[in-house]
DNA sequence: TACGTGACGCCGT
DNA sequence: CACGGCGCCACGT
């Protein structure tokens, strides 16, 4: 089993910074996983109960399907608008300007 | 063992 | 900008 994957995978959630988000495919490449964005959605579901898995949304800054509801809610209470499902252009990119 | 499915992503139309 | 198709890989039947 890829366990050492999923370690990093939540690892790789965690240390997305409150207040900013990231995407599937980046957690993925910044978990040494490039191009398995699904199994990051995999791992979410199974473990990321215990991370910050509002704060990853897909490569198109929309929320995921699944969870859009709680997800848009959570990430306002971070500081993060959300409008009609998905993220303003400004905060895409999980960076500061 | 093979087939279908899915918290996704990218390219073409 | 919206929709559809193909690629990707782990997992359940």
Redesign the pocket.
């Known amino acids: 089993?890829?366990e050492a994957a999923h370690e990093r995978i939540r690892a790789a959630v965690a240390a997305i910074p409150a207040g900013t988000t990231s995407?599937?495919?980046?957690v993925a490449a910044e978990a040494g996983l490039p191009?398995?964005?699904?199994?990051?959605?995999?791992?979410?579901?199974e473990d990321?109960?215990d991370l910050p898995?509002h704060r990853?949304l897909?490569?198109?800054g929309t929320c995921?399907?699944?969870?859009a509801q709680e997800q848009a809610a959570r990430l306002r209470a971070e500081g993060i608008l959300v409008e009609g499902g998905r993220l303003p252009k400004a905060f895409r990119s999980r960076r500061e300007p």
Request: glycine share 14%; no cysteine; net charge positive.
């Open positions: 089993m890829d995407t599937y495919g980046a191009g398995r964005a699904r199994l990051v959605g995999r791992v979410l579901r990321g109960h898995w990853v897909r490569a198109d995921a399907p699944h969870v």
